[in-house]
Every structure is written in C-alpha cells, then in structure tokens.
C-alpha cells in the first residue's frame, strides 16, 4: 500500500440544517469501497472512511480510551509505513449527488 486517498460528497439540508455525506476510497488509485449516505458535518466522511478501512482489514485498529473515544493509530501506521494520504470534499447541491 503505497497511498489512500478519500473522496467525500457532502450535502447540507435546508430547513432541518442537517449536513449529510458520502465517500469513495481508494487506495494506490484502486477504489476498494465507499461509504453510502451518512449523517455528519466537516471531515466526518474521513472518520467513517477510516473506521471502513479498519473494518474491512486494509489498517489496523486503533485501541478505545475508556472514555469510548479511539486512539488516532491510523496516523502513526501512514506516516510509519510511508504511506501518502489525501482527503477532499466536495459539496454538492442535491441529495442524489451524493
């Protein structure tokens, strides 16, 4: 694994203010999966591309602090393994181009 590199569509909607998204990841260019649509504002599509890239073996998993949060041990994995990271958002206008 040489790179990961995570695309996220986000859709903010009108009258409830909720902020919604979606997300391709690849990895050295090769998509390998894609969070469907999701509730959660900012960089949230990066957290629940990680947490996808956990589940499904590509990193390890990062240990839980006993208050539930989880330690960020995918940074040190990249940066120990050399591993180029690139996250971009996109907004989009409508629901359905997430």
Do not use: C
Not at 40 to 59: I, K, R
């Amino acid at each position: 694994m040489q790179s990961i590199t995570i695309i996220g569509r986000r859709w903010f909607q009108r009258g409830p203010g909720n902020t919604y998204h979606s997300a391709t990841i690849a990895i050295d260019g090769k998509v390998v999966g894609r969070i469907p649509f999701s509730w959660g504002y900012g960089d949230m599509y990066v957290q629940n591309a990680t947490d996808w890239l956990e589940a499904n073996g590509y990193m390890p998993g990062r240990e839980h602090h006993t208050n539930g949060s989880k330690e960020p041990g995918w940074q040190y994995f990249r940066e120990k393994n050399g591993i180029a990271w690139h996250t971009e958002a996109i907004d989009v206008q409508r629901k359905k181009d997430l």
